[in-house]
């Protein structure tokens, strides 16, 4: 399947030759549908061939973080609503692009593409150059999303992916938790969200991640307007291979995986949830996502999975 491409995030000047926008990419997704994957490929693509394999200390911010928003907003988000936060967000991130020297800032988020009241999006146009979509299967992102949280409920992931109110993360006011508040509006309304957004956006499925990697990164790198060969995309491919991940996260660890998860870096396989979800947990996952699911390539024309 070809990637769903809006506009290039690169401009071309009367020259011929491809130029870098000042502003934010976000590589934007659902939980659990490639996104640590990429931008492990994105730091070894910029690092080079020589640089080892590592997972710790990611180049690529996150927009939840909320340290980041504390230090740039200049406020303490501890005694803030998270209303009242949203209404800062996108300010901090035109801020972020202000300050920065180096372009594209690169800046994973799994915030839908959300709305202020004013109708402004809290991810800001004004600091936006572009986003990357990853779409997953959502039969695999449910299982995944469960090992995820160190579970096997996977009728509990199947019902928050399909909730447009309750899919979100860090909403809790009990304690304070490292990242903000994130609305994504289950699975279906969370890509649908990014489809419409007024911004450039390039979609790639992980599906193509993995079954033609070449073709599917380079479209991507050029997407965001990098300059590198096919050799280079090649070589941070190898060095980000699942198998090399998995290896690294079991001799160092991963700060990103969750404390009842055993491993962030669990299979990383396609159709996985064969081997998970009953007959009725697959019936209910395409019922809530059918139009997505065909609009993507994971259901026919006659409504068949094809993954």
């Not at 870096?265 to 065909?294: A, C, P, Y």
């Amino acid at each position: 399947m070809t990637a769903l491409v809006h506009e290039p995030a690169a401009e071309e000047t009367d020259s011929g030759a491809t130029t870098k926008r000042e502003g934010i990419v976000w590589l934007a997704s659902f939980p659990k549908s490639g996104n640590t994957w990429f931008r492990i490929f994105l730091q070894h693509l910029v690092s080079g061939p020589d640089a080892p394999v590592k997972l710790q200390g990611l180049s690529t911010s996150i927009a939840s973080a909320r340290g980041n928003f504390d230090d740039l907003a200049g406020l303490d988000s501890s005694d803030m609503s998270h209303e009242e936060i949203d209404f800062y967000r996108p300010r901090v991130y035109e801020r972020m692009v202000a300050k920065s020297k180096s372009f594209p800032m690169f800046m994973k988020t799994h915030d839908a593409w959300t709305r202020l009241p004013n109708g402004k999006p809290v991810l800001s146009v004004k600091a936006t150059t572009g986003a990357i979509c990853l779409v997953r299967n959502p039969l695999d992102v449910a299982v995944s999303f469960a090992y995820h949280g160190g579970h096997e409920n996977f009728d509990n992931s199947i019902e928050m992916m399909g909730s447009r109110e309750n899919g979100h993360f860090c909403h809790g006011r009990k304690r304070l938790q490292n990242q903000l508040r994130q609305l994504m509006f289950g699975w279906s309304g969370y890509i649908e969200s990014w489809l419409d957004a007024e911004v450039p956006i390039h979609v790639i499925r992980y599906e193509d991640m993995k079954a033609t990697p070449t073709e599917t990164f380079s479209g991507a790198v050029e997407f965001a307007g990098l300059d590198h060969t096919r050799e280079e995309i090649e070589a941070a491919l190898e060095k980000s291979k699942f198998e090399n991940l998995k290896k690294k996260e079991e001799e160092d660890g991963f700060r990103e995986k969750q404390p009842n998860c055993k491993a962030f870096f669990r299979k990383g396989t396609v159709g996985s949830w064969r081997e998970n979800l009953s007959d009725e947990q697959r019936d209910r996952v395409i019922d809530d996502h059918r139009v997505m699911m065909e609009r993507f390539g994971y259901l026919d024309e006659n409504g068949e999975l094809t993954v």
